[in-house]
């Protein structure tokens, strides 16, 4: 059974920075493709960043710059560094995995259906 276990979600003020992190279980880590997703009250999940098992990264635009997605398959772990957080990037943070041997574009890999295994989510909260 798959599981994607993020951590690392808190309460930061604008400005600061945190590192997520999601490990998984259950699947062969490094032929997977790794994706953030967010999710804020009353919106739809939207994506963050994605990063290909051989480590092509793509972002969203609104956070081109601050954030950056990378993996560890020694550790079977996937992280989002971010930083110069803003009040807008509170949501609920996902990890979600897909098998990379299925191959599609990088912009299919910013849909939430293109996505397999999906975690539970971590809170990040920035505060004005």
């Known amino acids: 059974q798959v599981h994607l276990v993020e951590s690392g979600g808190g309460l930061v003020q604008a400005g600061g920075s945190l590192r997520l992190s999601c490990a998984a279980s259950?699947?062969?880590?490094?032929?997977?493709?790794m994706g953030w997703f967010r999710q804020a009250p009353g919106k739809e999940r939207e994506f963050v960043a994605a990063?290909?098992?051989?480590?092509?990264?793509y972002y969203a635009d609104s956070v081109k710059g601050r954030f950056t997605i990378f993996r560890d398959n020694a550790k079977n772990t996937v992280y989002l560094q971010m930083n110069s957080l803003k009040p807008e990037d509170t949501a609920v943070y996902f990890c979600?995995?897909?098998?990379?041997?299925?191959?599609?574009?990088?912009?299919?890999?910013?849909?939430?259906?293109?996505?397999?295994?999906w975690g539970q989510g971590t809170q990040v909260t920035v505060s004005s």
């Open positions: 979600a995995a897909r098998d990379a041997r299925r191959l599609v574009t990088g912009t299919a890999l910013t849909r939430r259906d293109a996505y397999d295994y």
């Open positions: 259950g699947l062969t880590f490094s032929i997977h493709t």
């Open positions: 990063i290909r098992s051989m480590g092509t990264t």
